[in-house]
C-alpha cells in the first residue's frame, strides 16, 4: 500500500559538473559552519557523444577540452550554503564507494577513492586547513583492480583507524593499518590484511553487528568475524545480486538488523533489484522483502526521516538511459517490524544518495547524483519538515 503524504523538494545544484560518470557522494562539514558540505568524485568526462541513447565515436564537448588539456576535476565539494562548487584534485577514473576519514590525525577529514575499472589505483586526498585550497592525493594501493567500496573504521579493535577496501576484479576484501607516515607512497604491504581472497562483492558496514563487544564486516551478503587472528564468514542471504548494505535497529529490540537493495539489477542482474531487511532469529538471519521490483536502487539509507524517533529505509533507482521514471521510496517505519512505502518523488534518478540534514531542520534530506548517461548533482529536501502529519 502507497500513501504520499510528504514529498521531497527537488534543486538541481549542478546542471554540468566537471566530470560524468559521477562514482561518489559523501557529505560532512569542511568549513566547521554546522551545515555538511558535499564531495562528488568521478572517472572523468564522458569524451564521446551519446546518439539515441548510445555512446559513438565522436568526440563530445568535453572530449574536444580534454584533447586540449582543458578537462576539470574529477574529485570537488559544493559549500553549503550555497552550493558554490570547489576543485579537490584531478585524478581520472575514479569509480564508486568513496570514503571519509581522519587519515592523518590532524583533525581534519580526508577523503578515499579508488579507481574504477581496468585501473588499479586507491587514493587518500589530504585536507589543508582551508578545503577550498588544494587537496594533496596520496597513493595507497595499486595492486588491486577496480574498488567497489571503501570504508574507514576500527576494523581489529586495536583502538586505531583502518582502510577498508572491496576490490571486485581482483575478488578480495583487504584492510590496511595506517602507517605512522601515512603520506608514504604506496602503503606497505605488510600493513594490509586480507579478509578474503575469493569474493566479488559490493556494498560494506563496519561495526558491532551482533553486540559481543567485538568488530564485523559486512560486505555484501556476507558477515565476517574476527576469531583468532582469522576470519570467518557467514551468509546472510544467498541468491541476492550485488548489493548496497545499511544497518540499523529498525524493530526497536536492541540489536541492528541488516537492509540490502540489489543496486545494480536488473541491468547488471539476474532480476529486478529488491529491497528486504534481515533480522536475526537464533541461528538464521531472516528476511522480509519490502520491494521486488526495483530498477538499479543503489542508493540505501536508514535515518528517521519522519521525526518519530524510529529509522526509516530510503531508496533511490538509477536511470542508465534505459528508465524513463526512476523513483525514490520512503519506507516509514511504523514499529514492530511493519513498515509503510511511500513514494517521495519520481522523474530524477540518482546514485550513491546520502541521508543528511543540510538545512538544520532536525531531519535528514537526501544528496545524490547521477551516474551516467546524465551528469547532475541534486537535493532532495525532506518534505516531513513542513508537514503536519507523519
Same mark, same amino acid.
Not at 510528504?6 to 557522494?25: S, W, Y
Not at 562539514?29 to 555538511?36: S, V
Not at 588539456?69 to 576543485?87: I, K, M, Q
Not at 535528514?364 to 518534505?383: A, C, F, I, L, Q
Given at each position: 500500500m ?7 523538494r ?24 554546522g ?5 562528488v568524485g ?13 555512446r ?36 581520472p ?13 590532524? /583533525?581534519?577529514?580526508?577523503v578515499l577513492? /579508488?579507481?574504477?575499472?581496468h585501473?588499479s ?9 582551508d ?6 592525493p ?6 588491486f ?7 574507514? /573504521?576500527?576494523?581489529?579493535?586495536? /583502538?586505531e583507524?583502518?582502510v577498508l ?6 575478488e578480495?576484501?583487504?584492510?590496511y593499518?595506517?602507517?605512522?607516515d ?17 569474493i566479488?562483492?559490493?556494498?560494506v558496514?563496519?561495526?558491532d ?12 551478503t ?6 583468532d ?10 541468491g541476492?545480486?550485488n548489493?548496497?548494505v ?13 537492509v540490502?537493495?540489489e ?5 547488471y ?22 520491494h ?20 526509516d ?8 538511459g ?11 517505519n ?32 537526501v ?11 541534486d537535493?532532495?529536501?525532506n518534505?516531513y519538515?513542513?508537514s503536519?502529519?507523519?
Amino acid at each position: 500500500m502507497q500513501s504520499q503524504t510528504a514529498t521531497f523538494r527537488h534543486e538541481v545544484i549542478d546542471a554540468a559538473p566537471p566530470t560524468t560518470r559521477l562514482g561518489f557522494c559523501l557529505a560532512t562539514d569542511l568549513t566547521d559552519n554546522g551545515r555538511p558540505d558535499v564531495v562528488v568524485g568521478g572517472a572523468g568526462p564522458e569524451t564521446k557523444l551519446f546518439i539515441g541513447g548510445g555512446r559513438t565515436r565522436l568526440p563530445n564537448l568535453a572530449g574536444i577540452r580534454q584533447a586540449a588539456g582543458l578537462a576539470g576535476s574529477t574529485l570537488f565539494w559544493y559549500e553549503n550554503p550555497g552550493w558554490e562548487r570547489h576543485a579537490i584534485a584531478d585524478v581520472p577514473h575514479l569509480d564508486v564507494g568513496g570514503a571519509l576519514g581522519d587519515i592523518d590525525g590532524d /583533525g581534519r577529514v580526508d577523503v578515499l577513492a /579508488g579507481q574504477g575499472i581496468h585501473y588499479s589505483d586507491a587514493y587518500w586526498f589530504e585536507q589543508p586547513a582551508d578545503p577550498r585550497d588544494d587537496w594533496t592525493p596520496h597513493l595507497i594501493t595499486s595492486d588491486f583492480e577496480k574498488y567497489h567500496d571503501l570504508a574507514v /573504521g576500527d576494523v581489529d579493535d586495536d /583502538g586505531e583507524p583502518e582502510v577498508l577496501g572491496l576490490s571486485q576484479r581482483s575478488e578480495t576484501v583487504f584492510y590496511y593499518d595506517i602507517p605512522p607516515d601515512p603520506t608514504v607512497e604506496p602503503w606497505p604491504a605488510t600493513a594490509r590484511h586480507v579478509v578474503d581472497d575469493d569474493i566479488e562483492v559490493e556494498g560494506v558496514w563496519i561495526g558491532d553487528i551482533d553486540d559481543d563487544g567485538r568488530t564485523e564486516i559486512v560486505a555484501g551478503t556476507t558477515i565476517y568475524r574476527r576469531r583468532d587472528d582469522r576470519w570467518q564468514a557467514e551468509p546472510v542471504a544467498t541468491g541476492w545480486d550485488n548489493v548496497r548494505v545499511a544497518v540499523s535497529d529498525l524493530d526497536g529490540d536492541g540489536e541492528p538488523e541488516i537492509v540490502l537493495a540489489e543496486g545494480d539489477s536488473p541491468t547488471y542482474g539476474t532480476h529486478p533489484g529488491r529491497l528486504a531487511w534481515f533480522d536475526r532469529q537464533g541461528e538464521d538471519w531472516v528476511g522480509t522483502v519490502l520491494h521486488d521490483d526495483l530498477f538499479c536502487p543503489h542508493s540505501l539509507q536508514t535515518a528517521d526521516f519522519t521525526g518519530d524517533g524510529r529509522p526509516d529505509i530510503y531508496v533511490g533507482e538509477m536511470s542508465l538511459g534505459e528508465n524513463d521514471d526512476p523513483k525514490h521510496y520512503l519506507f516509514r517505519n511504523r514499529g514492530d517490524g511493519r513498515f509503510e512505502e511511500t513514494l517521495v518523488a519520481s522523474g530524477i534518478e540518482t546514485h550513491e544518495a546520502k541521508a543528511v540534514d543540510l538545512t538544520g531542520s532536525g531531519l535528514p534530506d537526501v544528496v545524490g547524483k547521477s551516474y551516467t548517461p546524465d551528469h547532475h548533482v541534486d537535493v532532495w529536501y525532506n518534505g516531513y519538515a513542513d508537514s503536519e502529519s507523519v
